[in-house]
Antibody
Framework: QVQLQESGPGLVKTSGTLSLTCVVS?????????WSWVRQPPGKGLEWIGE???????NYNPSLMSRVTVSVDKSKNQFSLKLTSVTAADTAVYYC???????????WGQGTLVTVSS | DVQLTQSPSFLSASIGDRVTITCRAS??????LAWYQQKSGKAPKLLIY???TLQSGVPSRFSGSGSGTEFTLTISSLQPEDFATYYC?????????FGQGTKVEIK
């Protein structure tokens, strides 16, 4: 059973860069899945950020595209998120997830809270 | 972007009740729709994919139906562990989008 685990700083300064990593265990990141980042501001709903395939192909949410980069490291079986020029509006729980068009997002990390503050 | 509108946004129900949540898409998404359950402080859990296919391990009291622009999630007999927030998600086009959520609480 695949498991995902997010890691990264819980506090990022305003105008700085948010960087998170998701380690995949119990399965290969080179499987036929897309690997996504989803966030949830406190008390609010879910927002899809972007995704990557093991060959490096990416798709991003246009609302964040200018500030987001998702990358993959197959040797470490992990993928990462970078979000630049952050503001308080980027404060959220960030989840990584495994997904496909047909089967939805079937595995999720437990989430990590990132607070943006000066 | 495909907008997903869930109704109701809040639902108060009793143990044993039959509960139905609707998700309407702003444009046709075929059957590329998933349903998730999220409990407080936890990650979402996949319940249904491809509009009506039950994810492995999910109790059979959960069911999904619909295609195109209108979808429903039904809980046939509400159990104490079902009190949570439910989200629909479309996977037909980018960006992937979620409904605003339906919170199911105990009456």
């Amino acid at each position: 059973q695949v498991q995902l685990q997010e890691s990264g700083p819980g506090l990022v300064k305003t105008s700085g860069t948010l960087s998170l990593t998701c380690v995949v265990s119990g399965g290969s990141i080179s499987s036929s899945h897309w690997w996504s980042w989803v966030r949830q501001p406190p008390g609010k709903g879910l927002e899809w950020i972007g995704e990557i395939y093991h060959n490096g192909g990416t798709n991003y949410n246009p609302s964040l595209m200018s500030r987001v980069t998702v990358s993959v490291d197959k040797s470490k079986n992990q993928f990462s998120l970078k979000l630049t020029s952050v503001t308080a509006a980027d404060t959220a729980v960030y989840y990584c997830a495994r997904g496909s068009m047909l089967r939805g997002f079937d595995s999720w990390g437990q989430g990590t809270l990132v607070t943006v503050s000066s | 972007d495909v907008q997903l509108t869930q109704s109701p946004s809040f639902l108060s129900a009793s143990i044993g009740d039959r509960v139905t949540i609707t998700c309407r898409a702003s444009q046709g998404i075929s059957r590329y729709l998933a349903w998730y359950q999220q409990k407080s402080g936890k990650a979402p859990k996949l319940l249904i994919y491809a509009a009506s296919t039950l994810q492995s391990g999910v109790p059979s009291r959960f069911s999904g139906s619909g295609s195109g622009t209108e979808f429903t999630l039904t809980i046939s007999s509400l159990q104490p562990e079902d009190f949570a927030t439910y989200y629909c998600q479309q996977l037909n086009s980018y960006p992937r989008t979620f409904g605003q959520g339906t919170k199911v609480e105990i009456k």
